[in-house]
C-alpha cells in the first residue's frame, strides 16, 4: 500500500486549506484512513479518520468543528477540510492507513495502529 498526500501550505488565522490522500496498492478490504500531524517538538497526535465504507468519522477534540475529514472510494481518496485554522494547527501532516482488513474495526486513535503512512505536508498557520 502507498498513500500520497497532496495539499498543505501557507495559511492565515481564520483560513482553509483542503488536503488530499490518494491510496494505492492492495488496498483491498482495508477500511480506515486518518490524518496526524506532528508539530515541532511534539509528539505525532491523532486528528481525524474515516472508516471509507460507511463513512463512519472520529475527530480530536481540538479540530471537531472546524475540520472535516471525507471520504472518494472509487478514487481511493480521503480528504481534510480544514476551517478557522489557528496557530496551534501548524504541524506536518501526515495521512495514514489502519492495515486491518475487514469492516468490524473501530477506528483508533493510536499511531501505533496505522501501518502506512504518506509522506509528511508542512501546514503553516499564520496569525
Known amino acids: 500500500v502507498q498513500l500520497q498526500a497532496f495539499g498543505g501550505g501557507l495559511v492565515q488565522a481564520g483560513g482553509s486549506l483542503r488536503m488530499s490522500c490518494a491510496a494505492s496498492?492492495?488496498?483491498?478490504?482495508?477500511?480506515?484512513m486518518g490524518w496526524f500531524r506532528q508539530a515541532p517538538g511534539k509528539e505525532r497526535e491523532f486528528v481525524a479518520a474515516?472508516?471509507?465504507?460507511?463513512?463512519?468519522?472520529r475527530y480530536d477534540g481540538s479540530v471537531k468543528g472546524r475540520f472535516t475529514i471525507s471520504r472518494n472510494l472509487a478514487k481511493s481518496t480521503v480528504y481534510l477540510q480544514m476551517n478557522n485554522m489557528k496557530p496551534e494547527d501548524t504541524a506536518v501532516y501526515y495521512c495514514?492507513?489502519?492495515?486491518?482488513?475487514?469492516?468490524?474495526?473501530?477506528?483508533?486513535?493510536?499511531?501505533?495502529?496505522?501501518?502506512?503512512w504518506g509522506q509528511g505536508t508542512q501546514v503553516t498557520v499564520s496569525s
Open positions: 496498492g492492495d488496498t483491498v478490504g482495508t477500511d480506515v
Open positions: 474515516i472508516k471509507l465504507r460507511s463513512g463512519v468519522t
Open positions: 495514514a492507513m489502519d492495515p486491518q482488513r475487514g469492516y468490524n474495526s473501530a477506528i483508533s486513535t493510536s499511531e501505533g495502529r496505522y501501518e502506512y
